[in-house]
């Protein structure tokens, strides 16, 4: 049986690791017609490319050994 202390590690280990999709939600500002700050959009853009880097970086290592 699961205990519910590994499920509250398993959810927070997961909120920390995964990426925030969140940081490239501005519905709200189009909507409303709020201008989106250049700071945001720089922060955004080198979240993505963090997170791209991050990726690509653990394929290389995955396909590192194989011949494709």
Do not use: H, M, Q
Not at 1 to 23: F, G, H, I
Not at 34 to 61: H, N
Request: glycine share 2%.
């Amino acid at each position: 049986s699961v205990s519910n202390e590994n499920v509250v590690w398993l959810l927070k280990w997961a909120y920390y690791v995964l990426p925030s999709l969140s940081n490239f939600d501005i519905r709200s500002e189009v909507a409303n017609g709020v201008p989106i700050d250049y700071t945001y959009c720089a922060w955004a853009i080198f979240y993505g490319l963090l997170w791209t880097a991050f990726f690509l970086v653990i394929a290389s290592a995955a396909f590192e050994e194989r011949d494709v």
